[in-house]
Each structure stands twice: as C-alpha cells, then as structure tokens.
C-alpha cells in the first residue's frame, strides 16, 4: 500500500512534467495554476493516507531507541522458557519515568535524554522497551545474582533522576523502579511486569529508596487491597455500613455529655475491616464522600432520639471540605431530622486544614456561625496545630490518644499535657482526652483539669440499640450522687 502511494505520487509528477511540455511555452497561467493546484491536491490525498497507513508512535512501538514491545516480547520467550527448564534466571526491571506534576514529559528531549541513558546502562545481553506510555521494562536474560540487578536500578535511577531539565519543559524526570525475577516472581512476562509494578509502587512510598524487589508480601498486601476496594464499594451499594458509638464523659462529674460516631464495614467475606484500613482505600477511590454523607445522615438521625444535652461527634474527611458544599448539605441534614445545630460536632484534622486551608477555614466559619461545634482531633501528632489554633476558634481540641499513652512511660508528658489543657481553656476551646484505658490515666486528667474523656474505661463503642440503656444508666448514676449529699446531711 505504502509503495503504490508513493507510485502515485511519483506517477503524478511524471504527468504534470509531459503535460507541460505538451502544452509548450504559450501555456495561460491559469490553466497552470489549475493543474498545479490539481497535483497539490493529490498529493495532500496521498500524505493523509501514508500516515493512516503508519504505525502510530504508542508503547507498542519503538521509540527513542528502545526495543518495540512485539519484538521485545518475542525475543523475551526463550529465555522464559529457559528459566522455566530451570537453565537461566532471567530478571526484569519495571522503570516509571515522571515529570512535571506526576506526568512523563512527552516524547520530548527529556524523555529521549532520560532514555538514552537507561539504554547506555543496560549490560551485554539485556534489552529495554517502552512498556506503557510512563514505564520502561528491561530484561536481563540471565541474573542468577540480585545484587548486580539491586545496583543496576540504583544506578539507572540515579542516571535518570539527576537529569537537568532543559528551559523549555522546565521540570526533571523522577524515577523509581521495581524487580522481579523469574521464575519464583511470574512465569510469562505479564506475571513479571505485573510483580515489578507492586515492587515499585511500594519503592515509591515515602521513605522508600526508590527501588527494591518484588515480594509476596507486597502480592498479598495488594491482594488484600482489592478485597478492601471491593468491600467498600459492596458496603455502599448495599447500604451496608453501620456505625457505633463511644461514650464521652466529663472528667470531673462523669455525667455522659455524647457520643463519638464511628463508621464500622464488616464483610460477609473480609469480616470486620478496621476504619484504619477502608477509609485510606475510599479515599484513594473516591468513595470517600458516599461514605462522610451516609455518616453524617445516620449520626443524625440517630442522635435526634436522644436527650436534648447528648450531642454526638462525627469525623470528617478532607475530601468532604474540598467539595465546598458541606455548610448547605450539613443544614440540610439537621432540618430533615429536626436536630439543633448545637448538638452536632464535626471533628477534623490537621491534615485537612492543610489541603486547601482557606477553603476548609471559610466552611469551618460558617458552620461555626450556625451554632455547631468544630473540634481538632488528634492533637499534637502535626506540625502546625499551633497555627490553626490562632487561625480559627475551634469549639474543643482532642489530645490524641498517644499523649495519654505516654503517661506511663514519660516523667514529663503530665506537664505537657497540663500546657495543652491550660492552652484550650485560654483560648476558650473545651478539651477532651483520648483512649483512656486505666484508672490513673483518668484521675491524671482529671488532676490537671482536662474537661472530657473517652476510652475503654469508660465505654467501648456501642451499636445504637445499646443506647438508650447507656443513656437511662448514666442519669440513674447522676440522680444517686444528688442524692447521696442529702442523706449525709439527714444522718
């Protein structure tokens, strides 16, 4: 096809010059402007259908020098087939390539220069191809050793990473990488690509070095987040969330002052996945915002059952903020379950404030301005929970449960702690502290003045049919100690 094309337009050039000759030295210059404009038109024709008929520049082509995938894969084969006989011990090396904003700058010169030196690396033998549009797969046909593999990845991701890129992309190449090897890691060249793409995503974690080797750990820990995905998207299609409820009480007192909501997912197959684990996933897939809506619904329609004093807490993630319309969905909620404003509690942490913070500080003040409360959970364990303390007037600061823990084991965490509460109450901000476990840590707080607390002394979180029975005993509780200064006075 592309031969006679090019017949074609070779065979059009030949006519026009016999034409013109033909027509001789007396031509009109309008009937050569048509015949001119006639070939340019035919030749425009058969550039169009060369280049449908080329192959497209995708990672299934060659590019920058790089084996094309077909070939690459077919020259692959044997030497599977030889680690399979157990004769070679070949290995792969999955590269991902990134530019500016996570992104690979294109076929440009930082590409092609982050290319040629990869290809400048690879020892006798081995060969490179572009595996998707973002990652490089290298072959080593026979690596019986890990380490010269281990400090091959070291080096092309150093080549690669230290790139200086040029003033018209404005950005640098970060790479990282991932090994496997066969045949323990994959038998077929998918198996190791797949193997080497759980390898780097885990070398591309925050305090990684940037490369390391497949493991079947890392196979069941993916593996594992499947089964999570898949049980949060089941949960909220089926509406088959729940929540529970802890307990908060005042430390002076111990009357019962509300109740924490907290989202539980138990899966028919998975069993009960602990909040730590699915509410990262439904973040990651965006499922996140389902599951704060339904949250905050439920919470509230349970809690408007209750006495007018209980309020009830319900933690929010940053994704919820982000949206912009929290204010307007959270009034809404309230009306429909005829609940006042002040007996909700929204709970957020310094990691949402630091997302987009204006945002975040703007909704915040609304809501505060409707009358709910606002509290920074988990603090302490950020770097600038000072600052946000100055930036907005939080109803209630939540001393993260690490700080209660370490009132066993550090001689100075009561002071700190006593810093922390006479900070909230100068700011006019309540404070309560978390996972109160033992009698001591409870008479600690209540010795330095701390206004709240929750924990398993105190009470394990509860289904909302327990409820009512926590509720009528803590009055029962409060009734018998107004009673009891009465007797004493009597006797």
Known sequence: MAAAAAAGILGGIAGLAIASQALGPDIQPPVMLAAAAQFLAIVIILAWALRRQAPAKTAEAARDGLVAKPLFAAAAEPHLLAAAAGTAKPAVILLELLGHNNALPGDGRL???ATRRTSELLPPGAMASWWT??????????????????ALTRDIITAVSDNEAPPSVGARVTCHGGIARAPADGASLAELAHSAGLALADARRPGMPGYGFFSH???????????????????????????????????????LTGFEALTR????????????????VAEQIGAINDIGRWTLEE??????EWPAHVTVAVNLSPQQLLTGNLPSTLLRTLE????????????????????????VLTQLRTLRDLGVGVALDDFGTGYSSLSYLCRFPFSK????????????????????LRSIVKLGH??????????????????????????????YLLGRPSPAADLSAIILRNFARGLRKQRQPRRGKAA
């Open 111 to 113: 590409a092609e220069t």
């Open 133 to 150: 549009r973002d990652t490089i797969l290298i072959l080593l046909p026979d690596a019986p050793d890990p380490m010269p593999v281990l």
């Open 217 to 255: 750990e890392l196979a069941a820990a993916a593996k594992r987040r499947q089964d999570v995905e898949r049980a949060v998207m089941d949960a909220i299609a089926n509406d088959a969330l729940h929540l529970e409820f802890q307990p908060i009480f005042k430390t002076d007192s111990g009357e």
């Open 265 to 280: 997912l138990n899966d028919p197959q998975l069993g009960a996945i602990p909040p730590s684990e699915f509410i990262p």
């Open 299 to 304: 919470a509230c329609r349970v809690a408007a």
């Open 336 to 359: 429909q379950h005829g609940m006042p404003a002040y007996r909700l509690e929204i709970e957020i942490t310094e990691g949402t404030l630091m997302t987009d913070s204006e945002l």
């Open 397 to 416: 600061i939540k001393i993260d449960r690490s700080f209660t823990l370490a009132l066993d084991v550090s001689p100075s965490a009561k002071a700190v």
């Open 426 to 455: 100068s700011l006019g901000m309540a404070v309560t502290a978390e996972g109160i476990e033992t009698s001591r840590q409870m008479s600690l707080f209540r010795d330095i003045g701390c206004d709240q607390a929750q924990g």
